[in-house]
């Protein structure tokens, strides 16, 4: 089975965010929504806005705005996914929708639907919505969560944080640099990356959850 991670219209929701990066590049949690995907997927082909194209092919060193091959998994990049839905591969095309409001989350292609989807074509909601118009709708609400806003990733960040440490076996690592006046709560749950530096004054509490900073991060007084 192949996958694709995509950009939706809905782009335009996210700016200046998504201005120089593409909807699923957006952080969330340790890592981007790509990441998380990948988690379920590894390596997956990605479309995105043709302006962005070059960019993101050599940020991510996936393939970038291919053609989909017959019998593949378009997967929503504005969704923070849990699980890959279930999948027949020899099933007919099918839409995979979240919430009462039928929202597109991720797309079955067989080898008719692929010929008429292109990265353009999900760009632009009008050609998305008659390219799937006749097609069967899945909920499949428990595999992912659909952002529309920027805000929606902000509110989701403390939950997939602490998912993220778990899933990546996280244990509390103090590499950076931590000058004198420097407080930290729960060590066990910190991580400070490698060339990180927490100057005099930074205080981090980790007491109701994780906390992951950066290599190279810096952290000034009084944060």
């Known amino acids: 089975m192949h996958t694709i991670v995509y950009e939706d219209w ?12 593409a909807l699923f590049q957006l952080r969330c949690g340790m890592g981007d929504l790509l990441a998380r995907a990948r988690r379920l997927h590894p390596a997956p082909g990605v479309w995105c806005r043709l302006a962005l194209a070059e960019l993101v092919a050599e940020q991510t060193l996936l393939a970038t705005n291919h053609s989909a091959p017959a019998n593949t998994l378009l997967l929503n990049g504005r969704a923070i996914w849990h699980a890959l839905p279930p999948i027949q591969t020899d099933a007919a095309a099918w839409v995979g929708t979240i919430g009462s409001e039928g929202l597109i989350a991720c797309i079955w292609a067989d080898a008719k639907l692929v010929d008429a989807l292109r990265p353009e074509t999900l760009l632009d909601e009008a050609r998305t919505r008659a390219a799937l118009a006749d097609l069967p709708r899945r909920d499949i609400s428990p595999c992912a969560q659909l952002c529309a806003w920027p805000w929606d990733l902000v509110l989701a960040n403390a939950e997939c944080l602490r998912d993220d440490w778990s899933h990546l076996g996280h244990r509390g690592e103090l590499l950076g640099q ?6 930290i709560l729960e060590p066990t749950a910190v991580h400070i990356g490698r060339g990180a530096r927490l100057k005099p004054g930074a205080v981090i509490d980790a007491e109701n959850g994780p906390v992951y900073i ?3 991060a ?4 009084h944060t």
């Not at 782009?11 to 120089?20: A, D």
């Not at 931590?178 to 407080?183: C, E, S």
């Not at 810096?218 to 007084?221: A, D, E, K, R, V």
């Open 214 to 216: 950066g290599e190279r």
């Open 218 to 221: 810096q952290l000034m007084p």
């Open 178 to 183: 931590l000058d004198q006046g420097t407080y």
């Open 10 to 21: 809905r782009w335009q929701h996210f700016l200046p965010l998504t201005y120089t990066r």
